[in-house]
């Protein structure tokens, strides 16, 4: 487990660049809540998820993120490169 520091801004484009039902796919690999994935990428229902280990602090760039924890934006990262990828391959 390794920390991370990234600015707000960036986390949104990561987020936004997902394809759809990508929290839905992180939170059934890791076997978290749909909404704790969400609460990661800012998000803020925490009745139904859990805080997850990001620490947000104002600044430029929408601040600066801390994710104490990376296995979720490691986990969407993976699938965002997955999908270009798909994206980029020649048809048959």
């Known amino acids: 487990m390794m920390t991370k520091t990234i600015t707000f801004n960036e986390l949104r484009r990561v ?14 690999e890791l076997g978290v809540s ?3 994935v969400r609460n990661y ?6 009745r139904d998820g859990k805080s997850c280990g990001i620490h947000i602090e104002p600044g430029p760039d929408g601040g600066l ?11 969407a990262l993976e699938i965002l490169n997955e999908s270009r990828a798909v994206a ?5």
């Open 15 to 28: 987020k936004d660049s997902l394809p759809d039902g990508t929290s839905h796919r992180i939170a059934d």
């Open 41 to 46: 990428f800012g998000g803020q229902n925490f």
């Open 34 to 36: 749909v909404e704790t």
């Open 88 to 92: 980029e391959a020649p048809s048959l």
């Open 65 to 75: 993120v801390v994710l104490d924890d990376t296995t979720i934006f490691d986990r």
